[in-house]
């Protein structure tokens, strides 16, 4: 919200790193192992989404900056009525969505959700399974 110049933003997102750090593992457990199949994709830059909430922000600055209200740089005005807080929700919603769309797009591209083959990260994005999940407690193993 501070920079000068709007920097470009591309969401990323790496697929079956489960192949490399599988959670059963043994040791030594840091250790990545051989052999995985790994794709990083990078998505559709997210500025154009970004961008008109970061100029509404500088609006708000610049509005309380004319009447005097704040003399502060931007960043370190505070929280002027609520607004920045609110403006700094919206950014990390619309970051959020945009990695999600990329990764439920790759997932189901890489027909990952199809065989039943989502890693603990991708649980996460609320997507039914071909297969049902194992119930905690169960003792099976979701991978």
């Not at 509404?56 to 609520?82: V, Y």
């Not at 609110?86 to 619309?94: E, G, Y």
């Amino acid at each position: 919200m501070d920079a000068e110049t709007m920097p470009e933003i591309i969401p990323i997102w790496i697929s079956r790193f489960d192949t490399l750090m599988p959670e059963t593992r043994g040791w030594p457990r840091p250790v990545p192992r051989k052999g995985g199949d790994v794709s990083i994709t990078i998505g559709k830059p997210l500025t154009s989404t970004i961008e008109p909430l970061v100029q509404e922000w500088k609006t708000i600055l610049r509005s309380k900056s004319s009447t005097g209200e704040t003399t502060e740089p931007i960043g370190r005005s505070g929280d002027i009525d609520g607004k920045e807080r609110d403006i700094r929700i919206r950014i990390c919603q619309a970051l959020q969505d945009g990695v999600h769309a990329l990764g439920v797009d790759v997932e189901r591209e890489e027909g990952r959700f199809d065989k039943g083959e989502w890693s603990n990260s991708t649980r996460r994005l609320d997507i039914k399974p071909a297969k049902e999940q194992p119930k905690e407690g169960s003792g099976e193993t979701p991978i």
